[in-house]
């Protein structure tokens, strides 16, 4: 795939990656979440990748890139197929707290760029 941006897949991995352990030293509510996350994507009557499945359909309404990242490597790291993240991808479902965090990322960077200016 030519148009396939790498570069962004990249940043959106490394920035997650910073923002997390940022959040985890500096907020209660974020522990929370990641312990909510945590909880929720464990086996059950569904099973984590049908979890995933609907996190990517989700995912995909709010447009979340940051989100379809995530869910679609965790989707494929639990065996989903192709088609099953295709069709996954065609759900259109409500989804939670989850988009907070990664607005939350560009704050973290706003506070941190204002911090060290003065």
């Known amino acids: 795939m030519e148009n396939l941006d790498k570069n962004k897949i990249e940043k959106i991995v490394k920035?997650?990656?910073q923002a997390h352990g940022y959040y985890?030293?500096?907020s209660k509510v974020y522990q929370s979440f990641?312990?909510?996350e945590q909880e929720t994507y464990t086996n059950g009557d569904l099973s984590k990748k049908q979890k995933e499945l609907i996190a990517i359909g989700i995912s995909v309404v709010i447009n979340c890139e940051s989100c379809m990242e995530?869910?679609?490597?965790?989707a494929i790291d639990d065996g989903a197929t192709e088609g099953?993240?295709?069709e996954a991808i065609e759900v259109g479902i409500e989804m939670s707290g989850g988009p907070?965090?990664?607005s939350a990322r560009?704050?973290?960077?706003v506070l941190e760029y204002?911090?060290?200016?003065k």
């Open 24 to 26: 985890l030293q500096k």
């Open 70 to 74: 995530w869910h679609i490597k965790q």
């Open 114 to 117: 204002y911090k060290t200016d």
């Open 84 to 86: 099953e993240i295709i």
């Open 15 to 17: 920035t997650r990656k």
């Open 100 to 102: 907070g965090t990664a």
């Open 106 to 109: 560009f704050a973290m960077n």
């Open 34 to 36: 990641v312990d909510m």
